[in-house]
């Protein structure tokens, strides 16, 4: 397992393997070995700004990229209700994860903020990581993910959108 650098596991590292309830009550792992391409995981709280901006974007994502087989999951830090809640509000069809009271998942990957996103291959290896909001970053992972399950590369932002380059978590 890999120890985080200020809060985000190195690329080419090995991510510690989780599983959390899923919004809906089954239950889902992190990493899974059965996908067929990578898998972006992205650990969210509610009342986070840059998360509420990040997580329309992530959603447009999952929705370009899972009928090819593309896997987009987030983390909530808000328990079922909030989540539950939160997924509602944003129209979320992404697999939502709960992470349990005093966050034994974000505090196994070491978070320092959120959001917080890993690329990850079906054995778990970190191919790219990031924390806050990166619109470049955002892309490269989008086109990688897409890549992977050979979904068409992702058309993640509009031009009658205001998104920032950059916003930290």
Known sequence: MATAVNGVIPAGSTAPAFTLPL???STASVPD?????LTLVVFYKNTCPTCRLAMPLLERLHRQVAPAGGRVVAVSQDGMEGAASF???LDLTMPVMVDGPDYPVSRLYDLVAVPTLLLLSPDGIVRRCGVGFSREGLEAMAA????SAGAPRPALFRDDESVPDFKPG
């Open 23 to 25: 919004l809906g009550g």
């Open 87 to 89: 997924a509602r509000e």
């Open 144 to 147: 990688d993910l897409a890549s």
């Open 33 to 37: 070995r059965a996908a067929k391409g």
